[in-house]
């Protein structure tokens, strides 16, 4: 089967090395748009390709990492 992708939205690198990039895909054989993470390691051609893409700008500019926040817990008075 060769994916074809449609569009694609959104990207933002998901960790601090650069190494993987999440975004919206609209892929031709699904009915709706899917997130998705890219990496340079993937298994799939169209995983590489498309992280690839990412990196040259073809689908916009990156948005950067922001590492998650964890909540401070009070521990009882």
């Keep these: 089967m060769i994916i074809v992708i449609e569009s694609v939205s959104n ?23 899917v997130e998705f993470s890219a990496t340079s390691y993937d298994i799939e051609a169209h995983g590489v390709q498309l992280y690839n893409s990412l ?3 073809e689908f916009g ?14 521990v009882g008075a």
């Design 55 to 57: 990196l040259a700008g």
């Design 11 to 33: 990207p933002v690198y998901c960790n601090a090395e650069g190494t993987a990039i999440n975004c919206t895909v609209k892929f031709q054989h699904l009915p709706e748009p």
């Design 61 to 74: 500019s990156i948005a950067p990492y922001v590492p998650p926040t964890i909540p401070v817990v009070e």
